[in-house]
């Protein structure tokens, strides 16, 4: 028995016509004149103002903390140190005596210089009344002035010799650290303790070449802190910042290390026990400035695209269409995660700043952060 296949032809003209049919029944419920549009969804980006945020940067520079004051005092005089009145880490105050030496010998030719003195004193005293009576020549008075006057600065010598056997503070502060032992012999000038003034610190930095070429030489202290806000953050607080200013800056490099020391001041903080030597940074805002000396425009490197040809643009948005358009821009230095723009760009223009490769000419945009 044979199987019979069963074939079924198709009517192509059949078919035709049953789809225009369908299709023509769709546009008729539509209506007459109507036509079916779809409807431009803007996308979302970030965008950035040129010349409000994009030209600061922010720059750390390592350093150590340093007391405001720091002094090694010694005696002006020579002799055994007969008495330490203070101790290592001891606050004094200013003109508080902090070391005596033995002052015997001191004494001693004082109370010679006084008794030498005095015995001039009379000398000229009596001259002076013989004077007056005629009895002596007026040179003899004036010899005898000018040996009073002698005795009466040896005796003023011999008296600050004898009050520098007391060291005193010359300003307030923490005896950091004791150089020499009780009862030692010293040497005028020796240093026998350091004195440390931590009511105000100091930051010292060392800034490269690269970062000291990007100031103003022109502006003086108090124009330079305005403009780059220094703050000081100590190593051991984290990321807490303490408002400083700017108090020294050297003239020349250091020969060696080809870097620039500037140093910024600090309050002493009431809540935290921040010492002389602890390491820490300054924080400082920096303009950049282009290769040229003069100041210029610069971005984030990231919102920079390069084309076919390898040309940088940005995408500019059109606030009024938030259309974004491609603009060609000169790039000048390149540091870190910023870019100087030389040309191509001004003040206040608005760029696209997210999914910058993503994005394509006269596409609708809108602004995540103002939606």
Request: proline fraction near 4%; hydrophobic fraction near 40%.
């Given at each position: ?9 198709v009517?192509?003209p ?18 007459p004149?109507?036509v ?10 970030k ?23 720091s ?12 008495e ?6 001891q606050?004094?105050?200013?003109g508080?005596?902090?070391a ?30 013989a ?28 008296q ?81 910042q ?28 009431a ?25 210029g ?20 948005v059109d606030?009024?269409?938030?259309r ?15 870019a100087?723009i ?20 006269n ?9």
């Amino acid at each position: 028995m044979k199987n019979k296949s069963t074939t079924f032809s198709v009517n192509r003209p059949l078919v035709i016509a049953a789809f225009s049919m369908i299709v023509s029944v769709f546009v008729s419920a539509c209506g007459p004149g109507e036509v079916v549009e779809r409807t431009e969804v803007a996308r979302p980006v970030k965008m950035i103002s040129v010349g409000e945020k994009s030209n600061d940067e922010t720059l750390e520079i390592p350093g150590s903390v340093h007391a405001a004051q720091s002094a090694e005092l010694g005696f002006e005089v020579a002799g055994q140190m007969s008495e330490r009145l203070i101790e290592e880490g001891q606050v004094v105050a200013a003109g508080e005596v902090i070391a005596r030496l033995d002052a015997r010998d001191y004494e001693v030719r004082r109370d010679r210089a006084r008794a030498t003195r005095d015995t001039a004193k009379a000398d000229y005293d009596r001259y002076s009344t013989a004077y007056a009576a005629n009895a002596v020549t007026e040179q003899e008075v004036s010899r005898a002035k000018g040996q009073y006057d002698v005795a009466q600065a040896d005796l003023d010598v011999a008296q600050k010799a004898l009050d520098d056997t007391q060291l005193r503070a010359p300003f307030g502060g923490r005896i950091a650290r004791r150089l020499v032992d009780d009862f030692a012999n010293v040497n005028a000038k020796q240093p026998v303790v350091v004195l440390q003034d931590e009511s105000s610190l100091e930051l010292r930095v060392d800034v490269s070449e690269r970062d000291w070429v990007q100031g103003d030489s022109s502006l003086s202290r108090d124009e330079i802190t305005k403009k780059i806000k220094p703050r000081v953050r100590v190593a051991s607080l984290g990321q807490r910042q303490f408002p400083a200013y700017l108090k020294e800056l050297s003239a020349s490099a250091d020969p060696v290390t080809r870097t620039y020391r500037v140093t910024f001041g600090f309050a002493s903080p009431a809540d935290a026990n921040v010492s002389p030597g602890m390491t820490g940074s300054a924080v400082v805002d920096r303009h950049r400035r282009n290769m040229t000396g003069a100041a210029g425009l610069a971005l984030p490197s990231n919102v920079i695209v390069a084309d076919a040809d390898g040309n940088p643009f940005v995408w500019i948005v059109d606030t009024t269409t938030m259309r974004v358009s491609k603009r060609l821009v000169e790039l000048g230095e390149l540091s870190g995660d910023h870019a100087n723009i030389v040309s191509g760009l001004t003040g206040g223009d608005r760029i696209v700043a997210s999914g910058v490769n993503s994005v394509t000419d006269n596409m609708l945009v809108r602004d995540i952060e103002n939606n």
